[in-house]
């Protein structure tokens, strides 16, 4: 906001006035919900519990926020080390992609000062849904720390504390490898209780796999569609090493995404072999599944593996937010299009405005903080004080 | 169709073994195809 605020002269941007006018009405639904329940902001019942703020703030929060243990992997752990500087900004957007998911956990769940009690007070071992806060409380830790020295570098006077985390950096890397294939995994594996209501198409045993491979392409996507975004908003803020492994970053990203979306197709088509949904592709459903695993798997797995062939960065930048669709589509299938399918339409979910509203409130915080610090701490740049030992 | 799981689960390992066995063909080819250019570009 300061930027456009120094370079207009203005605070009334049309950028500031529709985030300003989604944080008033974010704000105004917050209130009603923490004070007259979920029922007055919400669609949400006991057929259908879980709503957009589980299918879209979280399960697509936690995938598309995957680009950070991707990223820090391919350059830490794989030694794609001329991918460096575009760690950061990857990690910032996992944090904050993070952060929001728990933020939005607390509309859905309430009570907010109850959050850590299933960490610290009574642990629910045997529930997977334990796993997953278990995990997500532990990796948000993580990404924290990853991104604590560009906040100790822009404030200054941190060194000593800076030092021991950049240290630590292959430690975290590996801690957010392994904690992202627990709670990826297990986001799908939720769903494993409820054979009976996930329609068969997307219902399958390999759900944890799907999702856990399916996360791994979103994260490139994202890293690749985020990465020409910023590129156009903040390219003032890039400096040489950023920019001369750009495109470099981007073609191989595309490469990673397509080889794994590949996998991600056998896969599919392995659960449908498996338990022989063959007959279901010939219903209305069906014809959904295959808009999905055609139209949102197999045209961008293609149009990446095309644009890498020919070094055609156009067709990946294409890719990477169809694949972002993709995997919202996806997650939006799992959790509330395919779910409860034989329920009567009356009965069937469909978001409320307070909903929708929230969600939008949600996903604008971050947009705003992420402009916040990618305007004021070094994230698509070396500070000039710490640019031989950069984290 | 299938009056016991034993007809059931044959038909469907058969299937998905052939299955299977196509995907892998199809990878090596969809490999090929993705780096095919790579000599000419040696990036990666």
């Known amino acids: 906001m300061s930027t456009e605020h120094t370079k207009n002269g203005s605070l009334f941007t049309p950028f500031n006035i529709v985030a300003g006018i989604i944080l008033a009405a974010g704000l105004v639904v917050t209130v009603m919900r923490f004070t007259m329940g979920l029922g007055s902001v919400t669609n949400l019942s006991d057929n259908n519990p879980w709503g957009i703020w589980i299918g879209f703030d979280l399960l697509c929060g936690v995938a598309l926020a995957a680009g950070g243990y991707t990223t820090s992997a391919a350059c830490y752990i794989f030694g794609f080390k001329r991918f460096h500087a575009a760690v950061r900004p990857a990690i910032l957007t996992a944090f904050l992609g993070y952060a929001l998911v728990v933020f939005a956990l607390n509309y859905d769940v309430g009570r907010p000062w109850r959050l850590p009690y299933p960490i610290f007070y009574q642990q629910g071992t045997t529930s997977i849904l334990f796993e997953v806060g278990l995990c997500v409380f532990i990796y948000l830790t993580v990404l924290f720390l990853e991104y604590l020295p560009a906040a100790f570098e822009w404030k200054g006077g941190f060194d000593k504390y800076r030092s021991i985390l950049v240290k630590l950096t292959m430690v975290l890397t590996i801690f957010g490898v392994i904690l992202s294939t627990l709670h990826q995994s297990s986001l799908g594996a939720l769903y494993l209780i409820v054979p009976s209501k996930l329609h068969p198409l997307w219902y399958t045993p390999y759900l944890p796999v799907m999702f856990f491979m399916s996360s791994m392409f979103a994260g490139l996507s994202m890293v690749v569609f985020e990465g020409t975004l910023s590129h156009k908003y903040f390219h003032h803020k890039m400096d040489e090493d950023y920019n001369a492994n750009y495109l470099d970053l981007q073609f191989a990203f595309a490469k990673g995404a397509a080889w794994i979306m590949a996998g991600y197709l056998a896969m599919k088509l392995l659960g449908l072999s498996m338990d022989n949904r063959w007959h279901y592709l010939f219903t209305g459903y069906g014809a959904w599944w295959l808009l999905e695993v055609v139209g949102f798997v197999v045209l961008p797995c293609y149009c990446y593996a095309v644009g890498y062939r020919d070094r055609n960065i156009g067709l990946v930048r294409l890719a990477a937010p169809w694949t972002v669709i993709g995997i919202m589509l996806n997650r939006f299938d799992v959790s509330l299009i395919a779910f409860n399918w034989q329920l009567p339409s009356a009965e069937r979910y469909f978001p409320s405005l307070g909903e929708i509203i929230i969600s939008l409130f949600v996903v604008t915080i971050g947009v705003l903080v992420f402009k916040f610090i990618v305007t004021r701490m070094p994230i698509f740049y070396a500070h000039p004080a710490y640019k031989d030992s950069s984290h | ?44």
């Open chain 2, 1 to 44: 169709m299938f009056n016991t799981l034993q007809d059931l689960m044959l038909h469907n390992k058969s299937i998905t073994y052939v299955l299977m066995g196509v995907v892998l063909v199809c990878f090596i080819g969809f490999w090929r195809f993705l780096t095919g250019r790579e000599e000419r570009n040696r990036r990666y």
